[in-house]
């Protein structure tokens, strides 16, 4: 089964910095990009980071470029999110996705696998 466990999550004062992981497991990353999203209450999902890890390929929006850092070990099959300068705004839960292929995409709906989240919540 293609699973991915998404952790790391926490409480952070602002400025601070947390590093989430994303471990996958049943499909290797080579064949997928793996993005992460977030969702804060009332809100709608906004993708925050994607990379293609067979390559290193990264996007981020504006909203975290500077401040958010993804990465990925492919002997261990983990993608991870490096979030320093961290602000109030932040604080969603965060939800790492997989699809299929090479192509670059933040739109959620054609992301086929997802993990829980984890809750991130920043305080001021």
């Known amino acids: 089964d293609v699973q991915l466990q998404a952790s790391g999550g926490g409480l952070v004062q602002a400025g601070g910095s947390l590093r989430l992981s994303c471990a996958a497991s049943g499909f290797t990353l080579d064949d997928y990009v793996i993005g992460w999203f977030r969702q804060a209450p009332g809100k709608e999902r906004e993708g925050v980071s994607c990379i293609t890890p067979i390559d290193g390929y990264t996007y981020y929006p504006d909203s975290v470029k500077g401040r958010f850092t993804i990465s990925s070990d492919r002997a261990k099959n983990t993608v991870y999110l490096q979030m320093n300068s961290l602000k109030p705004e932040d604080t969603a839960v965060y939800f790492c996705?997989?699809?299929?292929?090479?192509?670059?995409?933040?739109?959620?709906?054609?992301?086929?696998?997802w993990g829980q989240g984890t809750q991130v919540t920043v305080s001021s």
């Open positions: 996705a997989g699809r299929r292929g090479a192509a670059i995409s933040m739109n959620a709906e054609t992301y086929s696998y």
